[in-house]
T-cell receptor, first 110, second 115 residues
Framework: KQEVTQIPAALSVPEGENLVLNCSFTDSAIYNLQWFRQDPGKGLTSLLLIQSSQREQTSGRLNASLDKSSGRSTLYIAASQPGDSATYLCAVGEGDKLTFGKGITLSVRP | DTAVSQTPKYLVTQMGNDKSIKCEQNLGHDTMYWYKQDSKKFLKIMFSYNNKELIINETVPNRFSPKSPDKAHLNLHINSLELGDSAVYFC??????????????FGPGTRLLVL
């Protein structure tokens, strides 16, 4: 059974910092890995999707990497801004099924 | 235009009642999902449908019955509501063939509170 872990559960940083959010998973036989953002009281917004054959994906200030063999992914956020404050969820895709971590709640202080 | 919409946004009801949550997507996607996010914010898949056919059923009690009248709609009916059903329910959709995991687009969620 796939288990996805995100540590720490919460993170607070000053504006402008570059930061890394970590995700680990137990079963490396995955189709893809997705990073989502969830704002309080809102639904999820897909940020990046990395196929199992890829090593990384980039979108603007975000870069996600995937190391299947070690069961790890990281989401790198460059030059963080207060608007980046949200919960970031990692989800491992196996077929149609996504298994989510519990998320990391990020607070970027002005 | 909202890509994935859910109604109602909030639902407060008594134990034992039957309720439905509706979901519609206007993205032309073939696959739709229901997820449950519990009080600890843990998000877990419940069902997925591809072209109106059930693909995934993650050991959800049979009090929960999804219904897909067409591929743009996936409604969730819950019988005999229990306190533990209180959660946020998210609908999502993705393009493509079942088994090819692609980007999923989520609705805003329905916050269910069972009293």
């Amino acid at each position: 059974k796939q288990e996805v872990t995100q540590i720490p559960a919460a993170l607070s940083v000053p504006e402008g910092e570059n930061l890394v959010l970590n995700c680990s998973f137990t079963d490396s036989a995955i189709y893809n890995l997705q990073w989502f953002r969830q704002d309080p009281g809102k639904g999820l917004t897909s940020l990046l999707l990395i196929q199992s054959s890829q090593r990384e994906q980039t979108s603007g200030r975000l870069n996600a990497s995937l190391d299947k063999s070690s069961g790890r992914s990281t989401l790198y956020i460059a030059a963080s801004q207060p608007g980046d404050s949200a919960t970031y969820l990692c989800a491992v895709g196996e077929g149609d099924k996504l298994t989510f971590g519990k998320g990391i709640t990020l607070s970027v202080r002005p | 235009d909202t890509a994935v919409s859910q109604t109602p946004k909030y639902l407060v009801t008594q134990m034992g009642n039957d309720k439905s949550i509706k979901c519609e997507q206007n993205l032309g996607h073939d696959t739709m999902y229901w997820y449950k996010q519990d009080s600890k914010k843990f998000l877990k898949i419940m069902f997925s449908y591809n072209n109106k056919e059930l693909i995934i059923n993650e050991t959800v009690p049979n009090r929960f019955s999804p219904k897909s009248p067409d591929k743009a709609h996936l409604n969730l009916h819950i019988n005999s509501l229990e306190l533990g059903d209180s959660a946020v329910y998210f609908c999502a959709s993705s393009q493509g063939v079942a088994g090819e995991a692609e980007t999923q687009y989520f609705g805003p969620g329905t916050r269910l509170l069972v009293l």
